[in-house]
């Protein structure tokens, strides 16, 4: 079954960056977007960004812009996402998430991935 | 793009029904049939439970129900059962080709 695995938890100072990785089962990763999503201690999820099937295309909420790379490993079957000039404000969960072909939006979410950003 | 605005909590007992509301624009829920729900139960990634305002996924409940008038959607879960009590939010697609979510409601089953 689909399945998205993601990597463990980081704390990282002000200012440095954060790579965190989304490894894949049960699908062919090359037939899907993916998103990521975070979600911050107490609040509602927001959107950051998607690749699309291919990989050669990404989209990023305007917030993000600049700041956020997504990138992927067909080889692997693995997605990863970097943030950059991180702040307190970074501090969230991440979530990798699945697009549901066609129905615009999400169907499968990763365990999450806590970033904490701390002096 | 804004958070869509939805109920911090709502609370019902077993058996009854409950409705959440999710109030966005004219340019996401109010303009697409893109509108989705999620239940979040503490520590556990979400769970898709509503898509396209009013479809359910393959293995959920038709005790979950979605609807939508306008800039706002709603979700109504029938015959509340203690294992309903857990977090939902909503999203919605944007006119901007991105996606916007609501703030959460809990759920609480008294």
């Known amino acids: 079954q689909v399945q998205l695995v993601q990597s463990a938890a980081e704390v990282k100072k002000p200012g440095a960056s954060v790579k965190v990785s989304c490894k894949t089962y049960?699908?062919?990763?090359?037939?899907?977007?993916m998103h990521w999503v975070r979600q911050a201690p107490g609040q509602g999820p927001e959107w950051m960004a998607i690749i699309n099937p291919s990989g050669d295309l990404t989209r990023y909420a305007q917030k993000f812009q600049g700041r956020a790379t997504v990138t992927r490993d067909t080889s692997t079957s693995t997605v990863y996402m970097e943030l950059s000039s991180l702040t307190s404000e970074d501090t969230a969960l991440y979530y990798c998430v699945k697009d549901y072909t066609g129905k615009w939006t999400f169907d499968y979410w990763g365990q999450g991935t806590l970033v904490t950003v701390s002096s | 793009q804004s958070a869509l605005t939805q109920p911090a909590s709502v609370s019902g007992s077993p058996g009854q029904s409950i409705t959440i509301s999710c109030t966005g624009t004219s340019t996401d829920v109010g303009r697409y049939d893109y509108v989705s729900w999620y239940q979040q139960h503490p520590g556990k990634a979400p769970q898709l439970v509503i898509y396209?305002?009013?479809n359910r996924p393959s293995g959920v409940s038709n005790r979950f129900s979605g609807s939508k008038s306008g800039n706002t959607a709603s979700l109504t879960i029938s015959g509340l059962r203690p294992e309903d009590e857990a977090g939902y939010f909503c999203s919605s697609y944007t006119s901007s080709d991105t996606w916007v979510f609501g703030g959460g409601t809990k759920l609480t089953v008294l």
């Open positions: 049960g699908y062919t990763l090359t037939n899907h977007h």
């Open positions: 396209g305002v009013t």
